[in-house]
């Protein structure tokens, strides 16, 4: 059997290594000159190949219409790709957050395990090939694909995987092709979103004076603030920018918050908030002690400096602007309200959200391929006999670092 596989990514390079295994007559088209683009840049260029964790978790980990993938990741699972990898010679390691990287810590060694199995089955790869159109033909009351439109002519297909990826990181080749491909077909699209994408904010004076900052151990709580309502919530690192704020966590929020009822209107009223708690791990009765340790060895001192064994030097500033606090009080005149005031803001340092970077700057798409229209055990659509999906080009959206 004829398989043309469109976009040489990792789901693509994989579509095409199973499909080859299985006996097929396979061909691989990709539109760049070199395969794995994407790949080469993940987990800054060290790529986060996967999770430890259990498969059910991957589910979970997959706010994005997780559920469907319950089947693939049955069928497929994190151990099976780790296994992949040791039969070409690349061996992995795990670190914190569960994630697995390969031991080398270079992705480019994790994408010549698969371009080396692809040679080694004969796949056959055309660089530099933009497919224009798939080509049907009508069988009774079904559709079934015959072959591809190139740049460099047409190629015949028993079967076809469309693995064209999203629209986040277009220099790397996802521009987005293959939801044309498939919308000139009949299938609906969702319309694409950035997902695990930095967040702008308005307090964007106070984001850009502490631009660079990596606050790590904190708690975020992404809120509505109109209804008081928790839109999501974690634990770990975060960054601030000169437009916002980045890091794991945040990223992880964006993909809630991009499927967030009227998330528009929302941002446009400023009722969307970030909260950030410091000191997750000291309770607000906890932190109040922990201040008065740290006022009694400095007790003769103005307050404003008395937070260095608190905080980031470059927070300090900001905190004590917002204490509202004279600076040039002396530490043992500081109130126990305004002790208390100092204690919830470090426990709820709120910066409000003002929207999403490009969808350019995102790490993956949500949107893609409506999922009612494709077969979760297969892959294939129910719209047209012998057409297959993988990977972003799919409604699928998950954390980052966590399936």
Request: proline share 3%.
């Amino acid at each position: 059997m004829r398989v043309i596989v469109i976009g040489g990514g990792p789901a693509g390079m994989m579509a095409a290594i199973t499909a080859k295994e299985k006996g097929n007559q396979v061909i691989l088209l990709e539109k760049m000159e070199s395969l794995g683009r994407k790949l080469l840049i993940t987990g800054k260029g060290r790529c986060n190949i996967t999770s430890s964790l259990g498969m059910d978790e991957f589910v979970r980990n997959t706010p994005g219409n997780g559920k469907f993938l319950y089947s693939c990741f049955q069928n497929y699972t994190n151990q099976d790709i780790i296994e992949f990898l040791k039969e070409q010679g690349l061996e992995v390691k795990e670190e914190r957050g569960n994630r697995v990287f390969p031991i080398t810590d270079k992705s480019q060694d994790v994408l010549k395990c698969f371009t080396r199995k692809l040679k080694k089955l004969g796949v056959e790869i055309y660089y530099q090939t933009n497919v224009t159109k798939i080509l049907v033909k009508q069988e009774n009351e079904n559709c079934k694909v015959i072959g591809v439109e190139t740049n460099n002519g047409k190629f015949e297909a028993d079967k076809i995987i469309l693995a064209t990826g999203g629209k986040s990181y277009p220099l790397t080749g996802s521009t987005g092709d293959g939801y044309t491909l498939a919308k000139e077909l009949g299938h609906t699209i969702i319309e694409q979103k950035p997902s695990l994408v930095p967040l702008e904010s308005y307090n964007k004076d106070i984001c850009k004076r502490l631009q660079g900052l990596s606050l790590k151990n904190v708690k975020i709580e992404v809120i509505d603030n109109q209804i008081k309502k928790e839109i999501y919530e974690d634990f770990g690192e975060m960054l601030f920018t000169h437009f916002g704020v980045s890091g794991p966590t945040v990223l992880s929020a964006s993909s809630h918050l991009v499927r967030y009822k009227q998330i528009g209107e929302k941002l446009k009223k400023q009722q969307i908030v970030l909260k950030i708690d410091l000191k997750p791990a000291l309770s607000e009765e906890k932190l109040d002690e922990r201040i008065q340790r740290d006022f009694q060895e400095v007790k003769n001192k103005q307050f404003k400096n008395s937070l260095d064994k608190l905080l980031p030097q470059k927070m300090i500033p900001i905190i004590l602007e917002r204490s509202e606090i004279s600076l040039n009080k002396l530490v043992n005149e500081v109130t126990k309200e305004e002790r208390r005031r100092l204690v919830l803001l470090l426990k709820n340092f709120m910066i409000l959200i003002k929207g999403f970077r490009p969808i350019e700057e995102a790490i993956i798409t949500s949107g893609g391929i409506c999922i009612k229209e494709i077969n979760p055990k297969t892959m294939q659509s129910k719209l047209i006999e012998g057409l297959y999906f993988a990977g972003e080009i799919i409604d699928v959206d998950s954390y980052t670092g966590r399936i």
